[in-house]
């Protein structure tokens, strides 16, 4: 079992940033692959992107390619998502998982609110 714990969400501006965190206990993290979805209102879950256990490999939605960063410390357990040039489609609960195929979620965190304004 793995609990995950997301932080860092809010309310920006268009073209601002914002880092989440995940913090992760329970079993090993380093030995999960990790990665961020979202889902903004009225809309269903989406994949954001992911990072292999070890960090070597990533992989972005389209959407956000260019303008989000997927990383890790495994000697902190936990989980980073970097969003640069935030726009107001961006706006959604984003969710925090791990894995043990990469790509895939088998366990999820309880999400953190980010609203990006026009």
């Known amino acids: 079992q793995v609990q995950l714990v997301e932080s860092g969400g809010g309310l920006v501006q268009a073209g601002d940033s914002l880092r989440l965190s995940c913090a992760a206990s329970?079993?090993?993290?380093?030995?999960?692959?990790m990665g961020w979805f979202r889902q903004a209102p009225g809309k269903e879950r989406e994949f954001v992107a992911a990072?292999?256990?070890?960090?070597?490999?990533?992989y972005y939605a389209d959407s956000v390619k260019g303008r989000f960063t997927i990383s890790r410390d495994n000697a902190k357990n936990t989980l980073y998502l970097q969003m640069n040039s935030l726009k107001p489609e961006d706006t959604a609960v984003y969710y925090c998982?791990?894995?043990?195929?990469?790509?895939?979620?088998?366990?999820w965190g309880q999400g953190t609110q980010v609203t990006v304004s026009s």
């Open positions: 998982t791990s894995g043990s195929h990469f790509g895939v979620a088998d366990y």
């Open positions: 329970g079993r090993t993290f380093s030995s999960y692959h």
């Open positions: 990072i292999s256990w070890g960090g070597g490999s990533t």
